[in-house]
Structures are given as C-alpha cells and as structure tokens.
C-alpha cells in the first residue's frame, strides 16, 4: 500500500504544481497531511491567523487556476473539513453563495475560513473579491454561521480580509 501522501500526489491534476519536482510535490502533501493530522475535531483550534495563512499557503499557491476553498470550523474553532468548492480559471473562479451555504449545513460547521489564491502571485484582494465576501458572510449570517477571515493566497504573506478590518 503506498503513502497517502504519494498517492495525492499520483492522482492530482498535472495542472496543480508543474514547476515543481514529483520529489517536491510528495514533500508538500506529506507537509499538508501533517497539518490536517494537527489541526483535527479532536485537538488544536485555529487560533493564529499565521498558522492558517501557511496551512492555506501550502494548499493553495503555485495553482495555475484560481481556487476558492473554506475551511469549516466547529464552535470551538476546530476544523471540521478543507474543501475546494470551485475551480476556475487563470484570473477567476465563478462562486455560487448558494452551494456555499448547503456545504456548511451539510457539515454542521459553526463558522468559515474562505480562502482563494491568485495565480498571478498578486495578493491584492479585487473589488469583486470584497463583494463576494460581503455576499457570502450576509448569506450565512441568516443561519448564524460565523465569516471569521477571507485569505486571499499570492506571493509574500497574502492578504487577511480579518486584519484588513473588512469583516
């Protein structure tokens, strides 16, 4: 039986890190998968915003698409589940509010992380991005789930919509 780890890196799309090595790409899912094995129902919260961005940095920069993910969080703050919800691509990535809402009911979560990268690197959030957030955090406020941060993935540090002040 091989590592899981190989085995995501098998069967991603050739698409998902081109530039790096298969050697590379093993180390990065092997990095993912130690994350997601601390960060269970059973242990840690999410509590540092650092913690988070590197955790959604691994999953997300290098994309040559643009990703819009959430991670779903308990009451506690635990995460529930890292999904991918839509694909786009080299500069968008058309987002539904509507499936949005029927994964976080599905999963129970209490409260979100969005997180979308930016293939061309720039971490600046588009006027498009601050309104979808809006949209999307109104949308789940009538069934009291909680927007907690919108990370936005490029090069440097990427961008916070929490430490910007816009939620």
Not at 45 to 57: C, E, G, I, N, W
Not at 131 to 150: K, S
């Amino acid at each position: 039986m091989s590592h899981p780890s190989q085995w995501r890196v098998l069967e991603s799309d050739a698409q998902r890190r081109p530039t790096l090595s298969f050697t590379e790409r093993t180390l990065v899912a092997e990095a993912i998968d130690c994350l997601e094995r601390h960060y269970r129902v059973a242990q840690e919260a999410l509590t540092s915003p650092d913690a988070t961005r590197d955790y959604l940095k691994l999953r997300l920069y290098g994309l040559t698409y643009e990703v819009f993910a959430v991670l779903l969080l308990d009451n506690r703050h635990r995460v529930l589940r890292y999904q991918e919800l839509f694909r786009g691509t080299i500069d968008t990535a058309y987002v539904h509010p509507r499936e949005v809402v029927r994964t976080v009911i599905e999963t129970g979560a209490a409260a979100v992380i969005f997180a979308h990268n930016h293939p061309s690197g720039s971490s600046d959030p588009s006027q498009a991005d601050r309104t979808l957030t809006r949209t999307l955090q109104e949308a789940l406020a009538l069934i009291e789930v909680r927007v907690l941060d919108h990370i936005i993935v490029g090069e440097g540090r990427g961008v916070s919509f929490a430490e910007q002040g816009w939620l």
